[in-house]
């Protein structure tokens, strides 16, 4: 193929299978908990990170990957401890990391980076072999935490109170689940991009529930439907000359539309009294 002679298309196509296991992964405990906003608003705070490290000449994923982190970690202690509700907190992230971003990007020598659309909504050729490297090992990070602990997450999205009277440590295992969506974002913004993402750990889970019976079955097809439309997002933005992150979202909105129109046909058929 084509596509495989070219490096960079190698690397995009391998951040994209990352991508695509991981989102959901994530996604799942995030629609279980009726947050799947949530990517939006550490996007945009991971928005400022990349200011700041454009401003500061640091490498922005790292810089991205610190913001992020804060914000998720800031947002779930007010979400348990504050008086302020879990909405307006992440009302308070979305415009707050935004206003952050454009307000340090405007310090920026040589104004707005050219390469700053990159970031918000993807690109296949930006993706180095060291950015790799990196979204390699958060990956493998977030993977291990959301299947390793995968048991103990459900519990807490599923019913909080009923995890405290059972005793696990339902503020630690929330604050991780918020670190790993962080980490989720940053991992993404090369290919999927930081305004984009939130649709990547949502809508793959949306379609599944339509599929499964169980949690785990959610969880899998979700992953299935993730890697698909993000490989397939990235093979394709590459032959019509689009950009990687909407391609995806487009791919994951049309099997999501896809499987909302077979299960509706479905359930319509099944509820049709017999003719015999």
């Known amino acids: 193929m084509e596509i495989l002679h070219y490096e960079f298309m190698q690397r995009a196509l391998i951040a994209a299978l990352l991508i695509g296991l991981t989102a959901p992964s994530v996604g799942v405990y995030l629609v279980q908990r009726r947050l799947s906003l949530i990517g939006d608003g550490l996007g945009h705070v991971a928005l400022a990170g990349v200011a700041a490290g454009v401003l500061t000449s640091t490498e922005p994923v790292w810089t991205a990957l610190v913001a992020a982190v804060a914000g998720a970690v800031a947002i779930e202690l007010i979400r348990a401890r504050g008086r302020t509700s879990g909405d307006v907190a992440l009302a308070v992230l979305f415009y707050g990391g935004i206003a952050g971003g454009v307000v340090l990007i405007s310090q920026a020598p040589g104004g707005t980076p050219a390469n700053l659309n990159s970031y918000l909504f993807g690109a296949i ?43 696990l440590p339902v503020l630690t295992l929330n604050l991780l689940l918020a670190i790993v969506t962080a980490v989720t974002v940053v991992v993404s913004m090369r290919v ?19 599929l499964a019976g ?7 097809v979700g992953t299935a439907i993730g890697v698909v439309s993000s490989v397939a997002g990235v093979g394709t933005s590459y032959y019509t000359d689009t950009p ?33």
Request: hydrophobic share 55%.
């Open 125 to 167: 050729t930006t993706t180095s072999q060291g950015d790799l490297v990196v979204f390699a090992a958060l990956s493998l990070a977030v993977l291990a935490v959301t299947h390793g602990l995968g048991r103990y997450l459900f519990a807490v999205s599923n019913d909080e109170e009923y995890a405290t009277a059972s005793g």
């Open 192 to 210: 999927v991009g930081l305004l984009l993402i939130s649709a990547l750990m949502i809508l793959p889970i949306a379609a599944a529930q339509l």
């Open 214 to 220: 169980s949690f785990r079955g959610t969880v899998l």
């Open 244 to 276: 990687s992150g909407g391609t995806i979202v487009l791919f994951a909105i049309a099997i999501f539309v896809l499987v909302a129109i077979g299960a509706a046909l479905r359930e319509r058929l099944g509820g049709r009294p017999s003719l015999g």
